[in-house]
């Protein structure tokens, strides 16, 4: 079945340390990926997302994600976490097999040590 | 910009009684709504999306009797659970596509609702 996966259900880190999650789809043809953060009690919000043009995107507090079409991954890297980044991250994808329906991956909960 | 509120933010009723869910976008126009619900340690799951004016689509599996939506304006949606059982306990999420940033959503804080 076509869907949205998300290797890490749970990572854990150092402060400073290098982050990268993964996110793997398996629609064909045009997609459009996001990733959405959920930081503890509050809603998801939108931390970057990809239509077309340059694969690789940068996205807000310094998050960034790169598109290679050929592994249909889209993972969200992030050189230096900081313990305000401890929150849920979700990979979604719409396309065109989808109906354009956006498809979110279960997720990865990211808890940053200080 | 780009919020997306939601009413109430948590409810507690009753097994028969019905909910009503207000999904509003505070800065922009939203002509599509979605409404989705979220189990514990899950995923978001499409319900339904709302376009402005026109009746509802629903996700297969999701009864359209028992979860009316209603997107009266471009900047309002309401979810409403009708003969709420425990069943029905969850977090409900809705997201709104700004008009004029297309394929893009932007989430609401989402409402915890719990039927006894």
């Known amino acids: 079945a076509q869907s949205v996966s998300q290797h890490n259900h749970h990572v854990i880190l150092s402060e400073a340390a290098s982050l990268e999650l993964g996110c793997n789809y398996s629609y064909g043809g045009t997609v459009n990926l996001f990733w959405y953060v959920q930081y503890p009690g509050q809603h998801l919000q939108l931390l970057l997302k990809y239509f077309s043009g340059d694969p690789l995107v940068k996205g807000i507090k310094g998050f960034e994600a790169e598109f290679i079409k050929s592994k249909f991954s889209f993972n969200l890297r992030k050189p230096s976490v900081q313990w305000s980044d401890t929150a849920e991250y979700f990979c979604a994808v719409n396309a065109m097999d989808s109906s354009y329906k956006l498809i979110f991956g279960s997720g990865t909960r990211l808890l940053v040590r200080p | 910009g780009a919020v997306v509120s939601q009413h109430p933010s948590w409810v507690i009723c009753k097994s028969g009684t019905s909910v009503k869910i207000e999904c509003r976008s505070l800065d922009f126009q939203a002509t599509t709504m979605f409404w989705y619900r979220q189990f514990p340690k899950q995923s978001l799951m499409l319900m339904a999306t709302?376009?402005?004016?026109?009746?509802?689509?629903?996700e297969q599996g999701v009864e359209k009797d028992k979860f009316l939506i209603n997107h009266a304006s471009l900047t309002l949606s309401t979810l409403t659970v009708t003969s709420a059982h425990p069943e029905d306990s969850s977090f409900y999420i809705c997201s709104a596509e700004d008009a004029n940033e297309a394929d893009t959503q932007y989430f609401g804080p989402g409402t915890r609702l719990t039927v006894l």
């Open positions: 709302s376009n402005e004016g026109s009746k509802a689509t629903y």
